[in-house]
T-cell receptor, first 113, second 112 residues
């Protein structure tokens, strides 16, 4: 990503393995959660989202799990590929009547061939 | 559909100057939000515009301002630039409240 932090947590996985990226959120009132992927020199790219009335949502090779009890969100990537290498951010929408995302610090995913 | 576009992509200014950044949302999207990304603070919300009105505002000083035009294009302005304003400024658009926000590539601002 665009220099998103000298102390960014890093997850290193072998190509073909599954990846799990975790995120804690703070606001119980948040009702919409999104995962973004950011590659170097690019803006965040939407991956998958989930609303608070759900606890699981699946996309292509990705699954998001939401645990409202402990305010925890996770992103699972199946069969991780080198192209998945990027910084991943979770975000929550706190806007009362709009769009005001609060982002987590990000996790750098490195895929080893 | 074309994605969110931002101009310019790169900008170098000196302290005390002002700068205007531009964002064109995805066609049909009426909400435009601005974010600042720095190594130290990560991604932080600046403000959101919807139908030419500021709907939400983040915790930034008054030197940061914005506006939205009737065609949903948006601009943000930073006056009296400080070294700490060096950052990647990202614009995101969505159809309405609580809808998915799609980001542009950002404008990299360097303040010398």
């Amino acid at each position: 990503g665009e220099s998103v932090g000298l102390h960014l947590p890093t997850l290193s996985v072998q190509e073909g393995d599954n990846s799990i990226i975790n995120c804690a959120y703070s606001n119980s009132a948040s009702d919409y959660f999104i995962w973004y992927k950011q590659e170097s020199g690019k803006g965040p790219q939407f991956i998958i989202d989930i609303r608070s009335n759900m606890d699981k949502r699946q996309g292509q090779r990705v699954t998001v799990l939401l645990n409202k009890t402990v305010k925890h969100l996770s992103l699972q990537i199946a069969a991780t590929q080198p192209g998945d290498s990027a910084v991943y951010f979770c975000a929550e929408n706190r806007g009362n009547a709009g769009n005001m995302l609060t982002f987590g610090g990000g996790t750098r995913l490195m895929v080893k061939p | 559909k074309a994605g969110v576009t931002q101009t310019p992509r790169y900008l170098i200014k000196t302290r005390g100057q002002q700068v205007t950044l531009s964002c064109s949302p995805i066609s049909g999207h009426r909400s435009v939000s601005w974010y600042q990304q720095t190594p130290g603070q990560g991604l932080q919300f600046l403000f959101e515009y919807f139908s030419e009105t500021q709907r939400n505002k983040g915790n930034f000083p008054g030197r940061f301002s914005g506006r939205q035009f009737s065609n949903s294009r948006s601009e943000m302005n930073v006056s009296t630039l400080e070294l700490g304003d060096s950052a990647l400024y990202l614009c995101a658009s969505s159809q309405g409240a609580g809808d998915t926000q799609y980001f542009g590539p950002g404008t990299r601002l360097t303040v010398l």
